[in-house]
């Protein structure tokens, strides 16, 4: 049977999403959870894209090709008594053969918290930036970038060997008190690309760039994106969206610790 399994995890302690030789990986994790729980080594778990080292997911989405009688319930259930604490199954549906996690996705989104005070909790999971930032500066930027453009400077993929055209369709900052959500969602996104777009937003609130500077990255390569890469504590996959879904979901944060949403 394929299983849709919907995941939660806080990376902090991986080397992002995918296996690696030498690496702790919460794909790792999860199969050999997987392993353990149904005693079975012969199954394919394919993810719907990496995440980095340090970022995290909020419904990240993977299918898992396994033969068995175990209901997926049951089979969610052992899996995350096996899984560690920061790794966590949320749901385990059986699709249909021609579900594939990565490429029948038609959208993704991403959350990213800016901390604008420092807080003796909430560190693995947001950027604490100490200047003041002007939001409708950063505002101003992400208007400018709805639409399909080339980020090419916002990426180290090679545009000789994957295109790095992509369609934002949308992108703004929300306050929730001392917190910045900053929110996108795209077709897809290339590799680093929204955590140097934050680091870039940071920069245009701090009164260091233009927005014009920024309209002008997309024309022209540009080394300074790379340079001011936001953090991957603050980055979360917020969700994979796949047709029917719907997309209407609240821009909330992501984590309350001690009472700290980190913005209440």
């Known amino acids: 049977m394929r299983l849709k399994l919907?995941?939660?995890?806080?990376?902090?302690?991986?080397?992002?999403?995918?296996?690696?030789?030498?690496?702790?990986?919460?794909?790792?994790?999860?199969?050999?959870?997987?392993?353990?729980?149904?005693?079975?080594?012969?199954?394919?778990?394919?993810?719907?894209?990496?995440?980095?080292?340090?970022?995290?997911?909020?419904?990240?989405?993977?299918?898992?090709?396994?033969?068995?009688?175990?209901?997926?319930?049951?089979?969610?259930?052992?899996?995350?008594?096996?899984?560690?604490?920061?790794?966590?199954?949320?749901?385990?549906?059986?699709?249909?053969?021609?579900?594939?996690?990565?490429?029948?996705?038609?959208?993704?989104?991403?959350?990213?918290?800016?901390?604008r005070r420092r807080s003796a909790f909430?560190?693995?999971?947001?950027?604490?930036?100490?200047?003041?930032?002007?939001?409708?500066?950063?505002?101003?930027v992400t208007r400018a970038l709805v639409g399909t453009h080339d980020f090419r400077a916002f990426s180290d993929d090679d545009p000789d060997e994957k295109s790095?055209?992509?369609?934002?369709?949308?992108?703004?900052?929300?306050?929730d008190g001392d917190l910045l959500l900053v929110h996108i969602e795209g077709s897809h996104f290339i590799w680093k690309m929204v955590r140097r777009l934050v680091g870039v937003l940071v920069e245009v609130g701090k009164g260091a760039l233009t927005v014009e500077a920024v309209i002008d990255m997309l024309r022209h390569d540009s080394d300074l994106p790379a340079r001011l890469t936001a953090p991957a504590s603050g980055l979360f996959l917020e969700r994979v969206y796949y047709e029917g879904d719907a997309r209407d979901q609240p821009v909330q944060a992501a984590v309350i610790v001690n009472g700290w949403a980190p913005g209440r």
């Open 122 to 140: 909430a560190k693995p999971f947001v950027w604490w930036v100490r200047e003041p930032l002007d939001v409708e500066a950063m505002r101003a």
């Open 164 to 175: 790095t055209r992509v369609q934002v369709e949308t992108f703004d900052v929300h306050e």
């Open 6 to 115: 919907t995941i939660e995890y806080a990376g902090t302690r991986y080397r992002g999403w995918q296996i690696q030789t030498n690496a702790r990986t919460v794909q790792g994790e999860l199969a050999g959870a997987i392993q353990e729980a149904t005693g079975r080594t012969d199954f394919e778990l394919y993810g719907s894209g990496r995440t980095d080292a340090g970022v995290h997911a909020l419904a990240q989405v993977a299918h898992l090709d396994i033969d068995g009688t175990l209901p997926a319930e049951t089979l969610r259930r052992r899996v995350n008594e096996t899984l560690p604490s920061d790794i966590n199954v949320l749901r385990a549906e059986v699709v249909r053969h021609t579900f594939h996690a990565r490429h029948s996705a038609v959208a993704r989104s991403y959350l990213y918290h800016v901390a």
